[in-house]
């Protein structure tokens, strides 16, 4: 990815608030072409928890320098990572990252 993007991730009080959301942990942002409401839908999701929010499409949600789900989709494949950089009274503001990236420094961590 050759752009540095930013995201808000709204809905975490219909799932589990603001407690997964550390500063500094990799969420997985996955593309739910599916999703009856939003052909553009972007959902957190962590592994053993599962789905945290998602991605901010609407102009009400997205937060001033992040850009929203739609603007996101067709940047990445089918998922790519972010990792949180700040939290809100209700959304959390998530920088989005190359999954090769975080993907291959997984790699080096299980050679270790």
Known sequence: MKETYFVTITGLDFYYG??????GR????????DNEHDNEAIVAFLPFIDKIGYVANSPHT?????????????????????RVMFVT????????????????????????
Request: hydrophobic share 35%.
């Open 62 to 82: 997205v937060y001033d320098g992040t850009i929203s789900a739609g603007r996101l989709y067709d940047k990445i494949d089918d998922y790519a990572y972010g």
């Open 18 to 23: 603001k407690k997964p959301f550390e500063i």
């Open 89 to 112: 009274h209700s959304s959390a503001i998530v920088l989005v990252l190359d999954k090769k990236t975080v993907e291959s420094d997984d790699d080096e961590k299980k050679v270790e």
């Open 26 to 33: 990799i969420i997985k942002l996955i593309k739910e072409p």
